[in-house]
């Protein structure tokens, strides 16, 4: 990994600054690339930036930048986005501080105040290196401050041609993934959710991976066509559209299920029948059950402390799975256990209609409850 400190003063970053909202913000006589195409929000408020701007007026020392080599000979900011933000926004004329007790913007400071400001020296480190050396350099220095998430991370470190494409299409508000997938995914595109999630999806959680595999392919159109069959499919397959549906981890199910004919119909009275079920507690997890018939997404009711007691009491505290007790020591069924070590279950299982209520409740050892399903 090749670091190298570099002492760039102000008047070098604000020079050729240009913010072009999510399209992208350029500085450094358009050589650094302070916020890539749709990547980051400016999450500094008002009294973050002003401080930054009092600190060099003041002449106290900044934290270091880090900036990372593009392809193309420029650099990106990979650490320090909103202090380089701060500073350029300031020398805009965007907002004014307090200089000598008086609030002045940048056009209102006097010659010596105003170099003063351009040429406060930064402290910028340079990084070169192999993926995996950036990525990991990256994670150290993001320790502390305004942290980049993950994908930001791996963006930093896999740019190319395929990740330009992606970004106009998973990163940018109102982008065409939005537009798509609004309804169904949580997080903000701006922030990489967005494109997080389909990379998740299509990868099946080895996202650093697939972005290292594909990071020199000219467009992201595998991506983007894999988003849009899982979004229709969702669409096709559940034909009203529910609140619960969002952020459900919607790809694994379409490649587990997205091929097979579905009964749209009985699929939505289902659905409507498991939502107005007071059992299930897991509103959300309905839409996983209906396809996999795993209970465990349902979150169903669970007995309480007095229904517990009520069977455990009934039972003299004994399992009563009887003589196919799975307990070593008790195949006569008559051992007696600590209700510490037994637990609740449905006599007339919720599946088939049995409600969470205490005539409904049997006490069974933990052995025997975890294995039922091989009874």
Not at 6 to 15: A, F, G, K, N
Not at 48 to 56: E, I, L, M, Y
Not at 286 to 303: A, D, G, M, P
């Amino acid at each position: 990994m090749k670091i190298e400190l570099h002492q760039t003063v102000i008047r070098e970053i604000v020079d050729g600054y240009r913010d072009d909202a999510e399209a992208g913000v350029v500085a450094y006589d358009g050589q650094l690339d302070v916020r890539p195409p749709y990547q980051r929000e400016f999450v500094y408020n008002d009294k973050q930036r002003d401080a930054v701007v009092d600190t060099v007026f003041k002449g106290f020392p900044l934290n270091v930048f880090y900036w990372v080599a593009k392809e193309d000979g420029g650099f990106e900011v990979l650490d320090g986005q909103q202090r380089t933000l701060s500073v350029c926004q300031y020398a805009a004329g965007d907002f004014s501080v307090d200089v000598g007790g008086n609030r002045k913007a940048f056009h209102n400071l006097t010659n010596d105040e105003r170099s003063r400001f351009l040429d406060y020296e930064l402290m910028v480190y340079h990084c070169e290196g192999t993926d995996s050396e950036k990525l990991d350099w990256f994670r150290i220095i993001n320790i502390a401050g305004e942290k980049l998430t993950d994908q930001e991370l791996l963006n930093a470190v896999y740019t190319g041609p395929w990740l330009t494409h992606a970004k106009v299409i998973f990163s940018k508000t109102g982008g065409a993934a939005y537009g798509l997938g609004e309804k169904y995914l949580t997080g903000a595109p701006i922030r990489q959710d967005y494109l997080e999630t389909a990379l998740k999806w299509i990868s099946d959680g080895t996202i650093e991976h697939y972005m290292s595999a594909h990071q020199h392919d000219q467009n992201a159109n595998a991506l983007w066509t894999y988003f849009r069959n899982v979004i229709n499919w969702v669409e096709d397959t559940f034909v009203v559209y529910r609140k619960e549906m969002k952020g459900i981890p919607w790809g694994p199910l379409y490649d587990q299920f997205g091929k097979g004919p579905v009964d749209t119909d009985a699929l939505e009275a289902e659905i409507n029948d498991l939502m107005a079920d007071d059992e299930v507690k897991a509103k959300k997890g309905i839409y996983t059950y209906v396809l996999t018939r795993n209970e465990k997404h349902l979150s169903l009711r669970q007995f309480d402390n007095t229904a517990r007691r009520g069977a455990f009491t009934r039972q003299k505290g004994r399992c009563t799975n009887g003589t196919k007790c799975k307990t070593v020591g008790n195949s006569d069924g008559q051992m007696a256990f600590d209700i510490n070590d037994m637990d609740a279950d449905h006599i007339v299982p919720w599946s088939k209609g049995g409600k969470t209520t205490p005539d409904n409740c049997q006490m069974l050892c933990i052995a025997c409850n975890r294995s039922k399903g091989d009874l």
